[in-house]
């Protein structure tokens, strides 16, 4: 049990209980995108190594230059950073690619999806549980507005999941009794643990710290917009300082069936010394 109280904390420390705005300082990096609909200025996280470090890496060599925001979800995000991306023909479905590596995770509680959020895609579920980045491919979030009643109940659905999960995992946990219960057919036995299973999931679910939005969250999220329901899936390692007019611009255009802009928005980068 001991395994699994840490196990969960990991889980909670994930989706992220308490956050602030990056500090600027002297030490930042920043990164330039050139497109045709205007420039974004980002700023890269000293805290988020792994992925500030390939970043640069692959915008020193060239290798963002001519790809395309080739997903871009109004409300939501615009996507870039797929090498299949450069020169490919016109309703083409693209997002699949990207070097042959992944980077570790590096969620950290301190960054969320606020609009403007550079964050790196990645594929999801069971084939990905560390949630590993994607070597090349990013987002930038637009989102939205959320109201504070929705802040709420999207609280209490992941604390929700998170107390699911937990029992899924003690009854897991106890798994060959509850197989030898059901072998001897001793019902009265069976539900005799189950009682027991859930009682010490609620002991030790009171004891854990909940998900709670800080006020800072909740300020950004009810004023400026983001995207939320991400918060500790996926590594966040950079925000935009200049150029959200143009991340709005690059929301709104038109696309396909597949997200992709019907017109091809190509991008340029630079690091800014």
Request: proline letters at 4%; glycine letters at 8%; charged letters at 25%.
């Amino acid at each position: 049990m001991r395994n699994l109280f840490v196990l969960v904390l990991l889980v909670f420390a994930g989706i992220g209980i308490s956050c602030s705005r990056a500090e600027k300082s002297t030490g930042d990096t920043m990164v330039l995108i050139k497109t045709d609909l205007g420039n974004i200025k980002l700023m890269l996280y000293n805290e988020t190594p792994e992925h500030k470090k390939n970043f640069l890496k692959l915008v020193d060599e060239g290798f963002y230059n001519g790809l395309l925001f080739h997903r871009v979800i109004k409300d939501f995000m615009i996507q870039g950073g797929d090498p299949e991306s450069k020169n490919a023909q016109p309703g083409v479905r693209l997002g699949s690619g990207g070097p042959e590596y992944t980077i570790p995770a590096e969620i950290n509680p301190k960054y969320f999806h606020k609009k403007g959020a550079l964050a790196a895609a990645r594929k999801g579920g069971s084939a990905n549980p560390e949630k590993r980045s994607s070597g090349s491919q990013f987002y930038i979030v637009e989102g939205e507005v959320i109201s504070a009643g929705k802040l709420d109940t999207m609280e209490i659905s992941m604390n929700k999941r998170a107390k699911d999960e937990l029992l899924k995992q003690t009854f897991m946990a106890y798994k060959a009794e509850l197989t030898q219960f059901r072998a001897d057919k001793d019902q009265a036995g069976l539900n005799a643990k189950a009682i027991q299973i859930r009682e010490e999931v609620d002991s030790v679910w009171s004891t854990m710290e909940k998900v709670a939005y800080t006020p800072e969250q909740r300020e950004i999220y009810t004023t400026i917009g983001g995207y939320p329901s991400l918060d500790g899936e996926y590594t966040v390692f950079g925000e935009v300082v200049e150029g959200l007019d143009v991340l709005t611009n690059i929301a709104s255009i038109e696309v396909d069936k597949n997200k992709r802009p019907l017109s091809d928005i190509k991008m340029e980068m630079e690091l800014i010394k």
